[in-house]
């Protein structure tokens, strides 16, 4: 009995020997298990985040994709004319050229062209003042001439910056687009080479109109790319941080 009183003891003073310890342990794996509690939460708000985020960023890269397929189809819907008045360009001559620069007493149609021609490559008319009249009269026709002795005009028309076409020229010359003397079947009676000279006004005229309503859709368009680009970043970032 006197040994196991001994034994007994010892074993007690072991164990306060150990309390410490063992307090310790007890803390430390208490404070682990806070930790884990606290990391799982950062993780599940973590991956609430990178959700939200992917979504975002699926959401901007389909509002962008959207946009910029509007875009397309708008700009699409010009092409058929554009592409009508190039090989018309192309299927001129010089020598058809040369016809209308040599008619004395052009038909109206033919001067019309010429004129809204003159107009977008900014080729400024004639003043002419006719005695007993005030008013100053604009004569396009000489000044047509000298642009089409350019041995590079039809070229210069194929090559034509059509985003270039600024809204005062177009202003200027929607003005003939309503005028009967100025429709392609009706000029071709009179010249080819006018004929295929009007197309190429009219499919630039086409254009513009639909480029200016495209504007707004380039613009929204530039703005959802950045978006998406932004919510692309912030989606890397939160992934890196799982």
């Not at 007890?26 to 985040?49: G, P, W, Y």
């Not at 708008?74 to 016809?99: C, F, G, R, T, Y």
Request: aromatic residues 4%; hydrophobic residues 45%; charged residues 30%.
């Amino acid at each position: 009995l006197a040994q196991r009183g001994v034994e007994s003891s010892s074993q007690q003073e072991e164990l306060e020997t150990l309390k410490p310890m063992l307090i310790v342990k007890s803390v430390d794996a208490e404070n682990m298990m806070a930790k884990i509690v606290v990391d799982r939460q950062a993780a599940a708000q973590t991956k609430e985040i990178v959700s939200a985020e992917e979504a975002a960023s699926t959401a901007s890269a389909t509002a962008a994709a959207n946009l910029k397929a509007s875009c397309e189809a708008d700009l699409m819907a010009a092409m058929p004319a554009l592409n009508q008045a190039l090989v018309a360009l192309k299927e001129l001559s010089k020598n058809d050229i040369s016809e209308v620069k040599a008619m004395k007493n052009p038909p109206a149609g033919v001067k019309l062209t010429l004129e809204t021609v003159c107009l977008m490559k900014r080729v400024k008319p004639n003043q002419v003042r006719t005695p007993g009249k005030a008013a100053v009269e604009y004569d396009f026709w000489g000044p047509a001439k000298l642009m089409m002795a350019d041995v590079h005009f039809l070229e210069s028309l194929i090559d034509f910056d059509k985003d270039a076409l600024t809204e005062e020229t177009a202003t200027e010359v929607s003005k003939y687009m309503n005028d009967p003397e100025f429709e392609p079947d009706r000029i071709r009676k009179a010249s080819v080479a006018a004929w295929g000279l009007c197309k190429w006004v009219r499919a630039m005229m086409i254009y513009y109109d639909v480029a200016r309503d495209v504007a707004p859709k380039k613009v929204a368009l530039a703005s959802a790319e950045a978006s998406f680009k932004e919510a692309a970043e912030k989606l890397r970032l939160s992934r890196k941080a799982l």
